[in-house]
């Protein structure tokens, strides 16, 4: 996994760290795949840890960081999961994992986070059967990827208010993309040690 190996930044790393030490990450996805996840996961831990690192944040422990990179593997491995699993889950099963998606987004970022509603889960789900995996990662990690509007933001955006219009990133269902902007607030403590399933 690409890492910023250059770094200076030691909370960066411990973050990247984690995700790079997490198997379930790009698991079923081939490597052209998984590049633009795995891109996508490396600059939002240097994001983060650069937000960590800022003097308006005091006492950042490595156990906060090493939570924060535990936090973002969990968001890219469920990003993974509505992909690869697309075909072998049910509508309820991609929603609730969606859901949880929005709340890791939350965790990560704050009330600025980027989340998907409702109508934009429903429409991923209806579209998702004609695209391949690569573009609906790339769509996803657009979607949400801290400063990119939501559809319903903007009533002149492809996909806003149930607008079945052809999305900003090429061949992606109801995903528009935007330049990265990286806001957020420290997430909340969790296990690095739980074990995940994909019916959580």
């Given amino acids: ?28 996805l081939h490597d052209d795949e998984a590049l633009p996840l795995i891109d996508w996961g490396t600059a939002q831990a240097k994001a983060l840890g650069a937000k960590l690192a800022a003097p308006e944040t005091p006492d950042v422990t490595p156990e906060q960081a090493a939570e924060t990179g535990y936090a973002l593997a969990r968001l890219m491995t469920r990003i993974t999961w509505v992909v690869t699993y697309r075909s072998k889950k ?11 998606i929005n709340d890791l987004s939350r965790e990560l970022h ?11 889960i429903a429409a991923w789900i209806a579209e998702q059967p004609g695209h391949t995996n690569a573009e609906l990662i790339q769509g ?23 607008d079945s219009g ?10 528009p993309s935007a330049p990265p902007h990286f806001p957020g607030s420290l997430p909340g403590r969790g296990d690095p040690h739980e074990q995940e399933s994909i019916d959580e």
């Fill in 140 to 162: 996803l990690t657009a979607r949400l990827t801290p400063g990119t509007p939501s559809p319903s933001d903007n009533p002149d955006t492809p996909g806003a208010s149930g």
């Fill in 110 to 120: 704050g009330l600025d986070a980027p989340t998907l509603s409702d109508e934009e």
């Fill in 166 to 175: 052809t999305p900003d990133v090429p061949g992606v269902p109801g995903l």
């Fill in 1 to 28: 996994m690409p890492a910023e190996q250059n770094d200076s930044n030691p909370l960066t790393r411990q973050i990247t760290d984690v995700i790079a030490e997490s198997e379930k990450v790009r698991d079923g």
């Fill in 90 to 100: 049910d509508a309820d099963w991609l929603t609730r994992t969606f859901h949880k």
